[in-house]
């Protein structure tokens, strides 16, 4: 099957850095949009950062200026580089991918979500 392996996520200042990675694994034989979500406690999951397959990105304005987000398309990753991190950003930090993948003998679509990683970032 396929599944999105993220890491990278942990504790850090205010004002510090930090770089997310999420990995899709499988047989998959194409990759569309790309993105990093996260919910805070009590809080509704919410857009961070898209990629399309073709390099094109889109950000919520509470992040614009602060964090990057890029794939590597021949490894099948997704990269969220955060910097300038401020404690309004901890959060638990989800990829999401929409992928083409061979299931038996068929090619199918699919919606993934990562585990989750937890990003805090202390005042």
């Known amino acids: 099957q396929v599944q999105l392996v993220e890491s990278g996520g942990g504790l850090v200042q205010a004002g510090g850095s930090l770089r997310l990675s999420c990995a899709a694994s499988?047989?998959?034989?194409?990759?569309?949009?790309m993105a990093w979500y996260r919910q805070a406690p009590g809080k509704q999951r919410d857009l961070v950062a898209l990629i399309t397959s073709s390099g094109t990105t889109n950000y919520a304005d509470s992040v614009k200026g602060r964090f990057t987000i890029s794939r590597d398309n021949a490894k099948n990753t997704v990269y969220l580089q955060m910097n300038s991190l401020k404690p309004e950003d901890t959060a638990v930090y989800y990829c999401n991918a929409g992928l083409r993948f061979v299931d038996n003998l068929s090619a199918r679509t699919t919606i993934l979500w990562g585990q989750g990683t937890q990003v805090t970032v202390s005042s």
């Open positions: 499988g047989r998959i034989l194409s990759i569309n949009d």
